[in-house]
């Protein structure tokens, strides 16, 4: 089965993508020239709205109009889809058509940035700065946008057409006013409009309508046909092609202004009666179809040469538009394809419409268009293959963002499905998790549960992987651990399918949503080599699968288990490359991106970079406020309060603290956080000089190697160094368990202090020697920087006998409070030698047309070596590459002017 | 749940295949065109009957509610 991993939405996205798509017959246009004339005048201000019923000519007049604009402009043209009530959808649709336009550069933001799962503002913001960015005019044209059935994308619409950026020209074609705050903009004098009465012809426009089809009737004719008509333009269109072959062309205006029947219907009768039967049999049978193509034509009509057929109608009239370039895909006038759906349930045997609907339900199928497949399998009764293809795509959908399309598929089939049918039952409920519907989702997975045994041997593998999918979707959204761990058990047993190859994009989108969830919740219960094996899996799939939403997710894991793996550097590259891959295609504040933040923050913190992890943390707080999860809020208060208790913010740290250790408290199983939190809480309150608190709490703190070290702090708070030495022994002779390197350098610097109140300054010292000596390799700060004594210790430190000078120096300016100026780190990836050559043209004036000249390379090459070293620069514009270039030093430094 | 039944009017005369779309209801030729009514249970219908109104090009002349007879 031929899915390719991204099915595009339009046809046209498979199509030339610099060449602006206006739809409509290129033969046969009628200048209007009162109606061009207004506009021209709505171009140049931000919105023209055209309105007016069904047939009434707006798509025909704004399509002529734009062919006669010079020079040519960048059109993004939008066929907004009947009934759309997903806000994701639509804006995916808009975005292909924007960059279709011909107006996005290949290394602008505009060309990764995509309309997120539940990531709608960041996505506006960043459209609307993109769109405000754009150096000539962009006409947006949204055509029947009455099909938006989604307050969200209005809402959505609205802001963006508030926002007003200079260069966007936005025309609605409508058959209401859209709810879009018109009203102020029409009051401002930005808005122009072309409404119903407008459109209608005039009698000398419809001469001229006529004399371009062909038709050669007489002046009272015409007035006889504008008379009946009203002026209306599919009336007339419908006319002039019955017009065009009829004999007798005076018999058939008089016939047709005596019929009392309404015009569209008599018209359509007599265009069909007029037309060959194999092309009567192609519309009747394709007008079921939302858009129709050659192939899929012979296949509905069971004949050959539809696609002739198909651009015969094209180039004769206006009964077929193409919508693409190619014009391989045609779509009938809707008020068309209504009267011949009438006209083909009339004339059809019972069974033949739902026959047609399955056979497009299969050749939609075959092609990748899934969302289609599974409408048309439902409007031909076919619920086994609707949910036989949602089964197989549904998590295209989710990851998509497109719950509520993947909600309307589900809401199609027969009530009782979801309740027997456990996969259905299961994806109902991945949908309601996706929109945080906890009770509803529950309720559902129950029910799969209970179903699961029920289901053929053939679909159980699918849905047991689905159902733990789901669970671990749940639990990794409410943190609940016990779940966790029974679902990660399962799956170390193959109950779950998980882990078995599956081999098709379907399973290995399933695969590696169920594996991201999977690895993040077994960091929570540190089960790390498992995480860490499952992430990198999830991470494979996803990448193959060209999933932003899943490289981003293992990718942050992946940082996560290796900053508590404590390998610092392998942690802030993953971090970076999860945050990297969300900002290219414009997910930054998305909750899946801010694990990888929460991480970074922390892996700063710990090389003591405190304002960096500053702005990072606050990026993590925006990107969890969407969807928070209690486990990853936890880590949010632990780093949180690390940074207070770094920056000597003690109520702030202890605060953190205390509501991170509260909080999970409240989980269904601890968090491994749960123990540390205290600790820290704890060393707060010695430094608060709250010791007697401390001592009273700690028979009751949890024993090991960091309780043995409190007990150390509290001696030495009590001058008390026999105590304290004697407290750390234990530690430093290896006899405890150290979860973590921090604890050994705690205790060293402990025992330091210790020997140092003794007298011992030998011993002092070569504490102070394997302190240094442990913080060193990955540039570790944090820790001495909470140690009370540390920066004295430090201060007395032999610099002439140490191994470790630099880094000594290093510590000493961070406790005094002298923060190195943020280091740039080396890219996560090494740039090329052909990168390293484009980007040294990239200070000059040359276009990458020139650059390519200048290197021998073709565009194309230059511009995906523009890309790649962009994201490997983390960087969008040219400017920002420049920069970060020569802060890395691979440019020479700009030369100022004085 | 009580059920309404409405007339509704649009400018001119019907073929069987335009009628058709309106199932469970009737259209009559009138002197101003065509008359479609019958019983609809909700406004959610009445606004289902307009919309497919609206999609065939029809022109609305009138809505009335009246009386169940």
């Not at chain 1, 996969?423 to 549960?449: H, K, N, Y």
């Not at chain 1, 892996?603 to 304002?611: K, S």
């Not at chain 1, 430190?797 to 080396?826: F, I, K, N, Q, V």
Request: proline share 5%; aromatic share 4%.
């Amino acid at each position: 089965m031929a899915t390719s991993a991204a099915p595009s939405r339009t046809p046209a996205a498979a199509g030339d993508m610099s060449t602006p798509v206006v739809p409509g017959p290129v033969a046969g246009l009628v200048e209007r020239p009162r109606l061009f004339a207004a506009l021209e005048h709505g171009s140049a201000g931000p919105v023209t709205l055209l309105t007016g019923p069904a047939g009434s000519g707006k798509t025909m007049l704004l399509s002529s109009w734009l062919r006669t604009v010079r020079p040519p402009p960048a059109v993004a043209w939008v066929d907004v889809e009947r009934d759309e009530r997903d806000a994701t959808r639509f804006w995916a649709t808009v975005m292909d058509a924007v960059r279709r336009s011909g107006a996005v550069a290949l290394d602008d933001p505009l060309a990764t940035l995509t309309p997120g799962p539940a990531g709608g503002d960041e996505f506006l913001e960043r459209l609307a700065e993109g769109l405000g960015r754009l150096a000539r005019p962009m006409f947006l044209v949204l055509d029947d946008l009455h099909h938006l059935r989604s307050d969200d994308a209005l809402a959505g619409l609205e802001r963006l057409l508030t926002r007003a950026p200079p260069h966007l020209r936005t025309f609605i074609v409508s058959r209401r006013d859209p709810k879009l705050g018109l009203h102020r903009m029409r009051l401002a004098g930005d808005l122009v409009e072309v409404r119903g009465a407008d459109l209608g012809f005039t009698p000398e426009e419809a001469s001229a309508l006529l004399a371009a089809a062909g038709v050669a009737v007489g002046e009272d004719d015409v007035g006889r046909l504008h008379e009946r008509t009203e002026g209306w333009a599919a009336g007339l269109r419908l006319a002039a092609i019955s017009l065009s072959r009829h004999d007798a062309p005076g018999r058939f205006v008089a016939e047709f202004s005596g019929s009392e029947r309404t015009v569209a219907d008599y018209l359509v009768g007599e265009v069909l009666a007029s037309r060959p039967p194999e092309v009567r049999r192609l519309l009747l049978r394709t007008c079921i179809l939302e858009r129709v193509t050659g192939p899929l034509a012979d296949l509905l009509t069971g004949r050959t040469g539809s696609a002739r057929l198909l651009h015969e109608l094209e180039e004769a009239n206006a009964l077929v538009v193409a919508v693409d370039v190619a014009r391989t895909w045609f779509r009938y006038h809707h008020l068309l394809a209504d009267l011949l759906r009438l006209d083909l349930r009339l004339e059809a045997a019972p069974d033949e419409v739902p026959a047609l609907h399955r056979l497009a339900s299969g050749w939609f199928a075959e092609q990748g268009h899934v969302v289609e497949a599974i409408r048309h399998a439902q409007l031909g009764g076919d619920a086994d293959l609707a949910a036989e293809l949602i089964g197989r795509h549904w998590v295209h959908l989710v990851l998509d963002g497109e719950e509520a399309t993947l909600g309307t598929l589900l809401a199609g089939l027969p009530p009782d499905r979801l309740e027997t049918d456990a996969e259905l039952a299961t994806i109902a409920a991945a949908a309601r998790l996706a929109e945080s519907r906890w009770e509803q989702a529950d309720t559902l997975l129950a029910a799969a549960g209970a179903a699961l045994p029920a289901l053929p041997d053939a679909r159980r593998p699918r849905a047991g992987t689905a159902l733990a999918a789901a669970h671990l979707m749940r639990a990794r959204s409410l943190g609940d651990m016990e779940r966790v761990i029974e679902v990660a058990d399962a799956v170390a047993g193959g109950a779950t399918g998980i882990g078995t190859d599956g081999g098709d994009v379907a399973r290995d989108e399933l695969e590696a949503l169920a594996l991201m969830n999977l690895g993040i919740a077994e960091s929570w219960i540190l089960r790390l080599e498992d995480a860490e094996a499952h992430l990198e899996r999830g991470l494979a799939l996803g990448r193959r699968a060209g999933r932003a939403y899943v490289e981003v997710g293992c990718l942050g894991g992946l940082g996560t288990v290796a900053n508590i793996t404590q390998r610092l550097g392998i942690a802030y590259d993953r971090l970076r490359q999860a945050v990297a891959v969300a900002e290219r295609v414009g997910w930054s504040r998305h909750p899946v991106v801010g694990p990888a933040y929460l991480s970074l923050g922390a892996v700063l913190i710990e090389r003591g970079r405190l304002a960096e992890a500053e702005g990072v943390l606050e990026r993590a707080d925006r990107a969890m406020a969407a969807a928070p999860e209690p486990a990853a809020i936890v880590g949010l208060h632990h780093v949180r309060g690390m940074l207070a208790l770094a920056q000597a913010r003690l109520d702030d740290a202890l605060a953190s603290f205390s509501a991170g250790r509260q909080l999970a408290g409240t989980l269904r199983a601890p968090h491994f956080l749960a123990p540390i939190l205290r600790q820290w809480e704890l060393r707060v309150h010695l430094r608060l000089d709250d010791v007697d608190a401390v001592r009273a709490a700690l028979p009751d703190v949890v024993p090991g190697a960091q309780t043995s070290n409190l007990a150390a702090l509290v001696a030495l708070a009590d001058d008390d160094p026999d105590a304290a030495a004697e407290a750390v022994a234990s530690v430093l002779a290896g006899e405890a368990f150290v979860f973590h390197v921090n604890v050994e350098i705690e205790a060293l610097l402990l025992d330091a202090l210790a020997r140092t109140a003794l007298g011992d300054a030998g011993a002092a010292y070569a504490s102070v020697e394997r302190a240094l000596a442990l913080t060193e390799p990955e540039g570790r700060v944090w820790l001495v920087l909470t140690v009370p004594g540390a920066r004295d210790l430090l201060a007395a430190h032999p610099a002439h006998r140490t191994a470790h000078a630099a880094h000594l120096r290093a510590l000493l300016d961070h406790l005094s409070g002298l923060e190195p100026a943020s280091a740039e780190e080396p890219p996560a990836e090494t740039l090329s030698e052909r990168e390293l050559a484009v980007l040294r043209f990239l200070p000059t004036n040359l276009s990458a047309n020139e650059i390519g000249g200048e290197l021998y390379l073709s565009v194309h090459t230059v511009k995906t070596h523009m890309r790649r070293l962009y994201a490997k620069l983390d960087v969008h514009t040219r400017a920002e590459a420049v920069a970060r270039g020569r802060a890395l030093g691979l440019l020479a430094p700009a030369v100022r002017r004085g | 749940m009580k059920s309404t039944h409405y007339q509704i009017t649009v400018r001119g005369r019907l073929s069987d295949s335009l009628a058709s779309a309106f199932e469970g209801l009737t259209a009559t030729p009138s002197a101003a065109g065509t008359v479609i009514c019958g019983e609809l249970p909700d406004q959610a219908a009445l606004f289902g009957v307009l919309d497919r109104i609206e999609s065939l090009g029809l022109e609305l002349l009138a809505v009335c509610r009246t009386e169940a007879a």
